[in-house]
């Protein structure tokens, strides 16, 4: 079946740095957009970094711009997020998507009806 799984989630001190990968199965999403969004309790979901298929364009929220990094590997089916200098409020449920249809290389997909597949999350907590 496709499957979306991400991992790299954990607990660490506000500055600090986690990686999240997202692997996936089921079938190829190297012609996907794909995207990072998170979800912190009693938040809606929201939109953190997109990358095209490509990988030759990405888009950050605000909030994260300059801190995290969105990537990817098409040959390994994966997709990673790299946040540097965590703060306390990135503290949420961290999901990866992807798009499910045909894209230009450039295109970049910021919104959730966007996205037809999604993980299942991995928490990430920043402490003070």
């Known amino acids: 079946q496709v499957q979306l799984v991400e991992s790299g989630g954990g607990l660490v001190q506000a500055g600090g740095s986690l990686r999240l990968s997202c692997a996936a199965s089921g079938r190829t999403f190297s012609r996907d957009a794909m995207g990072w969004f998170r979800q912190a309790p009693g938040k809606e979901r929201e939109f953190v970094a997109g990358i095209s298929w490509s990988g030759g364009n990405t888009y950050y929220a605000d909030s994260v711009k300059g801190r995290f990094t969105i990537s990817r590997d098409n040959a390994k089916n994966t997709v990673y997020l790299q946040m540097n200098s965590l703060k306390p409020e990135d503290t949420a449920v961290y999901y990866c998507?992807?798009?499910?249809?045909?894209?230009?290389?450039?295109?970049?997909?910021?919104?959730?009806?966007?996205?037809?597949?999604w993980g299942q999350g991995t928490q990430v907590t920043v402490s003070s």
């Open positions: 998507a992807a798009t499910g249809f045909v894209s230009s290389s450039w295109y970049v997909a910021t919104r959730r009806d966007d996205y037809a597949y």
